[in-house]
């Protein structure tokens, strides 16, 4: 068995660990950019204009109504297509653009967690006690000032809990990326498989592995609350 594991030609260990990080690349960097839609998409939920919070509510309406997979395909395929279709405007002659799947991978799974995040942050922002915001007003802020000084910064504390769960979500939703072929853990396991027959040995590795991501995961998280409420009185 643990021939397998070995590197080499003969083992599959340097295979594993190369889609391990993979996957942990593209999550890294799905991470800040589902963070940035869905802060924006919160701040639409949130606006006092009525449009503005229609157009929060319906692309979080509307994401949660797609499965993750088939937003993955609609962005691999389409966005390629619609990149073909540009360059063949500005130039006939230019070759055809392939659109990467780390970047499909990237750009699906961020509008699928801004949607999480959104609904995270938006309550993280309601959950600012009124009295704060109402004292803040009685020795003359501004909104801006308010939201600057007052609400940002408890941000992090209020949805830190939230975004621990949404971390957890996308470690496991990088799995999906492996149908578009990008050569993440869960492809190199598939692979691995295809070519051992042993898929109850590598199954379980890869098993193993994403349950330690999500362990050391949640330990991270739980430090990092501790330290966001610390000087926070328990009632």
């Not at 929060?56 to 619609?82: A, C, D, S």
């Amino acid at each position: 068995m643990f021939e397998l594991f070995s590197y080499g030609p003969l083992g599959w260990g340097d295979e594993i660990l190369a889609g391990l990080w993979v996957t942990l690349r593209l999550a890294m960097t799905t991470l800040p950019v589902g963070l940035l839609i869905g802060f924006a998409v919160a701040g639409l939920s949130l606006s006092h204009n009525r449009g503005l919070r229609a157009l929060g509510v319906g692309y979080t309406t509307l994401m949660r109504g797609l499965p993750e997979i088939l937003t993955l395909f609609i962005v691999y395929n389409g966005v390629g297509l619609l990149l073909n279709r540009a360059m063949a405007m500005l130039s006939p002659e230019a070759a055809p653009v392939e659109f990467s799947p780390f970047a499909a991978g990237v750009v699906a799974l961020a509008l699928v967690s801004a949607d999480f995040a959104a609904e995270v942050l938006r309550g993280a922002f309601l959950a600012v006690p009124e009295g704060q915001i109402m004292a803040g007003r009685a020795i003359g802020m501004t909104p801006r000032q308010i939201f600057w000084r007052i609400k940002l910064p408890q941000l992090w504390r209020f949805a830190l809990p939230g975004m621990g769960n949404l971390w957890l979500n996308l470690l496991k939703d990088t799995a999906l990326v492996s149908v578009i072929a990008l050569d993440d853990l869960m492809r190199a396991t598939k692979v691995a498989v295809g070519v051992t027959k042993q898929p109850f040995t590598f199954y379980l590795v890869a098993c193993l592995i994403y349950w330690l991501l999500c362990l050391v995961s949640e330990l991270g998280m739980a430090r990092l609350e501790q330290r966001a409420n610390r000087g926070v009185r328990r009632a």
